[in-house]
């Protein structure tokens, strides 16, 4: 394990603050970094995510058996954002952090833009929420138009968890995991 990896008294991998081999070895402020051990932490702790993602898909996958379920969809897309919520601001708090150690200038661009991304992501499953509880079902292709919208939600939501894994990948380097 690195130097720059230390295990904290909870047992979860903490970045020291000397961080002497992490990625870079400029010192620069003002740069945004991630703690990756915490980032994959929050990821792989965040069970009820998944499941709300699990229960949503596939009532979501056609017309009739979303009409058959709007009452549970509506429930379960408020539940959904209710958990981003909680799962934007804990990555914030804790995946993501200001100048604490070195950052290489690549990384923290990325960093910026994804974290960057929360905002926008959390508007619209808000507003996707607040469509779907009002939603005049007897409208022609109102439920096709708001399941577009949902796949076009989920679809740009995974492409932000992909990236962030990247940054994670990326942001450990070859420090860990090669079990020396
Ligand atoms: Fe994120």
Redesign the pocket.
């Known amino acids: 394990m690195s130097d720059a990896i230390t295990q904290s008294n909870t047992g979860i991998p903490a970045v020291s603050a000397q961080g002497e081999s992490w990625q870079m070895q400029q010192k620069r402020s003002g740069r945004l970094g991630v703690n990756a051990a915490f980032l994959q932490e929050i990821k792989d702790d965040n069970r009820q995510l998944k499941t709300d993602w699990d229960r949503l898909v596939p009532m979501l996958a056609h017309p009739e058996t979303a009409l058959n379920h709007w009452n549970e969809i509506v429930a379960a897309l408020a539940e959904l954002r209710d958990q981003l919520a909680i799962?934007?601001s804990l990555?914030e708090a804790y995946?993501y952090f200001d100048d604490a150690i070195d950052v290489a200038p690549h990384l923290s661009v990325e960093a910026e833009s994804?974290?960057g991304?929360?905002t926008a992501l959390f508007a619209q499953i808000r507003d996707l929420a607040d469509q779907f509880a009002e939603a005049d079902l007897k409208r022609d292709g109102q439920v096709e138009k708001l399941l577009r919208k949902f796949d076009a939600f989920q679809a740009e939501f995974q492409t932000?968890?992909e990236s962030?894994l990247k940054l994670i990948l990326d942001s450990f380097g070859d420090d860990i995991g090669v079990g020396d």
């Open positions: 799962h934007f990555e995946g994804l974290k991304q929360h932000h968890e962030e």
